[in-house]
């Protein structure tokens, strides 16, 4: 392929129908967002890349991509926002893919198939799956009008590929569809098919996620592991560390270290998942950098050993054990902080007594459980 070529990442929709609230190109799918996936993918094969962001997200969406992107604020409609990217392309450039931040999964082997196709003549190229489903069309009454044969149907995927030409003469007029080849369509241009993929599904709701999820992991590369660690309350005039954070007018942990069950727990479900070992066999007393460590170092530690070892990690859950401190009202700086730690990824932390009875309900100390799940890059 000789010609220069761009992608457009279309990703200035609000995600309406997902109904998180952040926009749907920012959603989290693992370790990146849709947004990247949609990136990571492209990268590769085109020389150019430009997203359309929705307006006020796109230094967010900058920092996340890095400064080799041109990242334009989009439109009202799909349509539009590829318009106003189609503005930003040079003339030098030749062919054109249009892709979708929400069909994040599509390969970079799809991309290279249009664009194979687009180097052999074609004008557009799209990517199509057979539809499996029986289709009818339905007036608005609700009552059927025609059953088109199903042989003759197919769902329709992007990337999709133009010549630059037949790209820009598609938006001159300022026209919508719901694809870019539907312009193209309307030109009487020819648009050329070639085999679409399972995983370039388009994420729309909560369950997409969950099916592109498995369509990363599959299902053998998850593991879980659990973690538990407890400690007595020292003497007076200890600091509280917990979660990373120092809990003023509480006190802390006997022992040299910092006492943090919470960052020593997951640490231990983190080596658990990853088949690494335990707290003691990676940071024990024959270790000497480590003595008196702050459980946020080992904290971080235990994220470098578990990403050397080729994982990542999915979500952490952790539940502190105790009479003392009420976590509540800093649940969320506990989760904000840990999350940080661990690099970004999910936290969720909850807190019980155990009603004056044995594990630390008898006010003694601190304990705490976690849960991690990662999975293999
Ligand atoms: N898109 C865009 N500009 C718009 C609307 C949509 O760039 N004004 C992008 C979306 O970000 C998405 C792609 O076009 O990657 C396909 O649109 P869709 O899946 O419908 O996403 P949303 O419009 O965000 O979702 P919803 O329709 O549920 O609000
Ligand atoms: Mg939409």
């Known amino acids: ?19 998180a609230d952040i926009p749907k190109a920012l959603i989290q799918l693992l370790d990146r967002t849709l947004i990247e996936h949609a990136v990571a993918a492209l990268a590769p094969v085109v020389d150019e890349i430009f997203i359309t962001a929705p307006a006020g997200f796109e230094d967010q969406i900058r920092t996340l991509v890095g400064s080799d992107i041109t990242v334009v ?8 926002s590829i318009a106003i990217a189609v503005k930003a392309i040079s003339h030098e450039t030749e062919f054109v893919l249009v892709h979708d931040a929400a069909r994040a999964l599509a390969s970079s082997d799809l991309a290279r198939s249009v664009l194979s196709a687009l180097a052999s003549g074609e004008k557009c190229v799209i990517p199509v799956l057979p539809e499996v489903d029986t289709v009818k069309v339905i007036s608005s009454d609700g009552f059927v009008q025609s059953t088109p044969d199903r042989s003759s149907l197919a769902k329709v995927q992007t990337p999709q590929g133009f010549s630059f030409a037949t790209l820009l003469a598609a938006h001159k007029d300022g026209a919508t569809a719901t694809d870019d080849a539907a312009l193209v369509e309307a030109m009487g241009v020819k648009v050329k098919t070639v085999s679409g993929e399972e995983r370039a599904l388009k994420i729309t709701t909560p369950n997409d996620l969950h ?18 660690d407890a400690h007595k309350f020292g003497s ?7 979660g990373t954070l120092l809990w003023p007018n509480e006190i802390g942990m006997d022992g040299h ?6 960052a020593h727990a997951i640490c231990d479900a983190l080596f658990a998942a990853a088949q690494l070992g335990d707290l003691g066999s990676n940071f024990g007393v024959d270790r000497p950098e480590y ?5 946020e170092k080992l904290l971080t530690e235990a994220v470098s050993k578990v990403s050397a070892a080729g994982f990542a990690i999915s979500n952490i859950s952790l539940q502190i054990i105790g009479n003392r401190p009420k976590i509540g009202s800093r649940r969320a700086e506990v989760i904000a902080a840990l999350s940080k730690v661990l690099g970004g990824v999910p936290v969720s932390v909850s807190a019980t007594t155990t009603d ?15 849960s991690a799940l990662i999975y293999a890059r």
């Open 73 to 80: 604020t989009g439109g009202k409609t799909r349509s539009e």
């Open 356 to 370: 004056g009875m044995g594990l630390t309900g008898t006010g003694e100390g601190i304990a705490a459980i976690a």
């Open 1 to 19: 392929m000789s010609g220069r070529t761009a992608a457009i990442i279309a990703a200035a929709g609000s995600g309406e129908r997902f109904g």
């Open 211 to 228: 099916q592109a999820l498995y369509f990363l992991t599959g299902s053998k590369t998850l593991r879980t592991g659990v973690g538990i």
């Open 257 to 262: 270290s910092d006492g943090d069950v919470a």
């Open 236 to 242: 007076a005039d200890r600091q509280l560390w917990l």
């Open 291 to 295: 003595a008196g460590a702050s459980g």
